[in-house]
């Protein structure tokens, strides 16, 4: 029988996965065979997530240890800088930011791979699920037509042909050759029990894989927004968001180690199984199908003989040999026996029908279909699949790299943050020119009554014996407000109050004029209580 095998042939990386340490949580060394439902194999995938889980930790203890040396540091050196190193705070968002773009992509891609290879063994499920169906529904037609409807037909067959002992002798012959056919039909192993079971983990599959997919794309997408959040606040220097921030991203980096053990685990399992598939396939069947079937499945070589080419040769013969002998009947025994033609056209009906599904039955039995779909899931998983894992597990790392370092960033962003508002330290509380007392002014207006711009004028007036005299204009402040708006449109709004420039009365924002009016009430009760008129 011509069957060309394509051979399995395991990648490098199922190597590599294989030959990691299988250890117990006692360290006793395990077999790396695997071995699902053996507790010491499971206690080895443990082993293996508590090792990401004592990085987690160790993770943990050195942000720690480093951010009470940076505080400690920053206290010491807080009299001999003032500015924060806000250049490299920047630089380093950036290459943590860079650092999780990169993690998202390869999750990405691999969350897709893996995807794609858990729907391929699904796939080649189903093909399998509906080729063992497909085998006991034949089988059990076939038995079903030769044990209840052929017997039917004989028996009233019987009844006419009662009086000639040569009809009597051609339905004995049928009758045995058709108790030959259910006997070879016999032979052919009954898949319920395996399909049953393929079809739970099929669905247990579909349903595992549905929500870690769906889990990752959330922590994919939470990552990236952490990171857009956390440049928003180095941006608007807004402590708040960043403190709330780095809370989260500390949660997010506890997630990327819990889901690094996960795939950890899951890809050292996948790769004990992708070494050596046929042995599991061997050992988990064993019981249910002989092995020698097993064996012609997963191999399917030329060499190799059906272990069904005997049942069907058997089954064939006997349908030509029924076929002659019915047509026989048919054509001597009719004329003497009408009434039997309606059953000798039942049987040859039925003859022909057992030898359309004698086809189907040899197409189903062939080794060529199942191990195609044994190959397409074999590919799903130890390529696709496996290879998804390792891009998952390699985001992993690169997620808890980020952020480990927008942790690490936490001390000098939050000094970032402050820049703006230490910078005023310096300046002079009563300078009209500090943004602060600006703010301060606006929302505390002075007590007293606001002089007006003509009183605060006459005042420098007469204060002309004692300082030099400065020229003012007096220009209405309607004409400089259409001289400006005869520039710009609208009539502007100055930054600053011009005080002691001698420039004409300028345009004010309300909150400028509050500014400016306190400023001068100020200067006023201090030239008047220094010279007393």
């Known amino acids: ?50 090792v990401a889980v004592i990085g987690l930790g160790l993770n943990l203890v050195l942000l720690a240890a480093y951010l009470v040396c940076v505080c400690g540091c920053r206290r010491d050196d807080a009299a001999q800088t003032k500015r924060p190193r806000s250049c490299c705070v920047t630089w380093t968002a950036v290459v943590a930011a860079l650092i999780c773009c990169t993690a998202v992509g390869a999750g990405f891609y691999g969350n897709s791979e893996a995807n794609d290879g858990v729907y391929q063994l699904l796939y080649a499920l189903d093909n399998a699920n509906h080729t063992f169906s497909g085998i006991d529904v034949l089988v059990s037609g076939t038995t079903q037509k030769m044990k209840v409807d052929l017997e039917q037909h004989l028996a009233r067959l019987g009844e006419i042909f009662a009086a000639r002992g040569d009809y009597l002798q051609t339905l004995k012959f049928l ?92 890809a050292v399992g996948t790769s004990d199984f992708c070494a050596a598939p046929d042995t599991f396939i061997l050992n988990i069947t064993e019981g249910q199908v002989r092995p020698e079937v097993t064996r012609y499945y997963l191999y399917c070589s030329q060499s190799a003989s059906s272990p069904f080419q005997q049942a069907l040769t058997v089954f064939q013969r006997s349908l030509t040999s029924m076929q002659i002998q019915v047509a026989g009947l048919l054509q001597f025994a009719v004329p003497r026996f009408p009434t039997a033609e309606k059953d000798l056209l039942g049987i040859q009906l039925l003859l022909n029908s057992s030898e359309s599904g004698l086809h189907q039955l040899t197409a189903l039995l062939d080794c ?45 962003a939050w000094k970032h943050c402050a820049t703006r508002d230490r910078d005023y330290d310096d300046i002079d509380d009563d300078d009209p020119f500090n943004p602060q007392a600006r703010r301060i002014a606006t929302h505390n207006p002075p007590r007293g009554q606001l002089h007006s711009f003509c009183s605060y004028s006459s005042g420098l007036g007469s204060q002309g014996s004692l300082h030099p005299a400065q020229t003012i204009s007096n220009a209405p402040v309607s004409e400089y407000m259409n ?10 709004y100055e930054n600053v109050p011009l005080i002691g420039r001698g420039s004409p009365p300028p345009t004010y924002s309300p909150s400028m004029r509050a500014t400016y009016l306190s400023v001068a009430d100020e200067h006023l009760r201090h030239y008047g209580n220094e010279f007393p008129g």
């Not at 011509?2 to 006793?28: D, K, M, N």
């Not at 050759?177 to 049953?196: K, L, N, R």
């Not at 130890?382 to 952020?403: K, M, N, P, R």
């Open 368 to 412: 060529r279909g199942l191990h195609k779909d044994y190959l397409d899931a074999l590919t799903g998983i130890c390529y696709d699949g496996l290879e998804g894992l390792l891009y998952l597990g390699l985001f992993s790392l690169l997620a808890a790299l980020a952020f480990s370092i927008m942790i690490c960033l936490g001390p000098g």
């Open 175 to 266: 009758q045995q050759t058709a108790g030959s056919i259910i006997v070879q039909m016999a032979g052919v192993p009954v898949w319920t029990e395996v399909t049953e079971e393929l079809t739970e983990l099929a669905d247990q599959t579909s349903f595992v894989e549905y929500y870690r997919w769906l889990s990752y794309l959330l922590l994919f997408v939470l990552d990236l927004v952490l990171f857009l959040l956390a440049c928003l606040g180095l941006a608007k220097r807004s402590r708040c968001l960043l403190a709330s921030t780095l809370c989260c991203g500390v949660l997010a980096l506890l997630l990327s180690w819990m889901s690094l053990a996960a795939d950890a685990a899951a």
């Open 483 to 492: 001289q400006a708006a005869l520039f710009g449109g609208n009539p502007r």
């Open 1 to 50: 029988m011509p069957a060309a095998r394509v051979e399995y042939i395991a990648p490098w990386w199922v190597a590599w996965l294989h030959s990691v340490p299988h250890l117990g949580l006692r360290l006793q060394p395990v077999d790396s065979t695997f071995r699902p439902r053996d507790e010491s194999y499971q206690e080895s995938l443990l082993f293996l997530g508590l």
